[in-house]
């Protein structure tokens, strides 16, 4: 594995998903790879928790990370609707729900510091869902 941090931008899944963003394009039609129906494996998961922060971020409830600097995020801010955040959260349960569904779990579940990357993980995602509530119903 190559990075590996607790944060949404410290791993190789949000680093694919980043440079995905800076080639251009659509970004939600190039995810297929990492997203299983059945058990979601690493990239995946990352992927997930990565759109959550992303999409914090374009509906401005969330101040960029560093990792984002210089990225144009207007192709992501033109995908996203209420289906898209639904889809995301739904990804983002997935990841978080326990080792029978995400490999990023079991992996987190192995460490000594699962907590610290489940917590702001799990508020990321609350923080989303109140401002889908609030915004898209």
């Known amino acids: 594995m ?21 080639a251009g394009g659509p970004v939600f039609d190039t995810l297929g790879w990492a997203i299983d129906d059945d058990y979601l494996e690493v990239d995946g998961g990352q992927i997930a928790l990565a759109l ?3 999409a914090l971020v374009c509906l401005g409830t969330r101040t960029p990370a560093p990792a984002l600097s210089g990225l144009d995020l207007a192709p992501l801010v033109a995908e996203l609707s209420g289906a898209r955040l639904d889809w995301i959260l739904a990804l983002a349960d997935r990841t978080l729900s ?3 569904a995400s490999e990023l779990y079991e992996l987190w579940e192995e460490t000594d510091t699962l907590a610290e990357w489940l917590r702001p993980a799990e508020q990321s995602v609350s923080e989303l869902k109140t401002h889908r509530e609030r915004t898209w119903a």
């Open 98 to 100: 326990g080792t029978e």
């Open 2 to 22: 190559g990075a590996w941090g607790t944060g949404p931008f410290e791993n190789d899944g949000a680093g694919e998903l980043l440079a995905s963003i800076r």
């Open 52 to 54: 959550v922060d992303l």
